[in-house]
């Protein structure tokens, strides 16, 4: 088992009979939606979920999880995810998924947010490793692309893996991967990202998560945060 696959089944260990559970998007929440799939047939737990995509909702329904629509449900009891960056304040990093969003709704809306990584995804600062995503109204994009060009960005419209198009969330919007100044911090960046009229959301996750699990070792150690 790898550590991706091992914290996946220790947070799906942790889920109750009868929860509500947010579902991430990625390698690791795929990981989770599996084993949460296979105690709800092997052992009756009986869990409905809300998806933060079109692709992790294909993943639960063709296990037979119960999945609820997105716009149907006003809270949900957990949302379990992983992330691309922790700091160690725990901000995170999130969005090779591109579905901002939809995670960032669903972190919020949930009573709990469990953040699943491994050590490779601890880092000094938001940004160390990878651009961050912006979600940005389509018709809007160049004029936030010049805006956060104004802030020291610099980047582009993210493409599609063969780059023979560009990527497109399941909300219709475009996504700009960018990349800060170290000296920005990520407090005052979630900031000014969040005002920039025609983002939609951006992949900073401030004071969202309750829980960071995290393998060592081989190991699943839990850093509570709320
Ligand atoms: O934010 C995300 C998707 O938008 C993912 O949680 C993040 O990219 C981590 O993915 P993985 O579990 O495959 O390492």
């Known amino acids: 088992m790898n550590d991706k696959e091992r914290v996946a089944h220790y947070a799906a260990q942790r889920v109750k009979d009868g929860m ?18 296979r105690r709800n047939r092997e052992e009756g737990l009986r869990v409905s979920v809300v998806s933060s995509s079109v692709v992790s909702a294909m993943k639960a329904q063709s296990l037979n999880l119960a999945l609820v629509g997105f716009d149907t449900i006003n809270r949900l009891d957990v949302y379990v ?39 490779s995804k601890q880092v000094d600062r938001i940004g160390a490793n990878y651009p961050i995503p912006v979600e ?48 920005l911090d990520s407090k005052a960046l979630n900031d000014r990202l969040s005002n920039t009229p025609g983002v939609i959301e951006h992949g900073i996750f401030s004071q969202l998560a309750s829980a960071v699990l995290c393998v060592i070792d081989g190991q699943v150690v839990e850093q509570r945060v709320k």
């Open 136 to 183: 940005v109204m389509p018709f809007a994009w160049q004029m936030v692309k010049r805006s956060l060009e104004l802030l020291g960005g610099r980047g582009d419209l993210r493409q599609t893996t063969n780059k023979d198009g560009l990527v497109m969330t399941s909300y219709g919007s475009l996504v700009l991967d960018m990349v800060f100044d170290a000296g």
């Open 20 to 37: 509500l559970v947010g579902l991430g998007t990625g390698s690791t929440a795929n990981y989770f939606i599996e084993e949460l799939a």
């Open 81 to 119: 995810d992983g992330a691309d960056e922790v700091t160690a304040d725990f901000t995170l990093l999130k969005g090779r998924g591109f579905d901002l969003v939809r995670e960032k709704i669903l972190a919020r809306a949930a009573d709990q947010f469990w953040v699943l990584i491994d050590p």
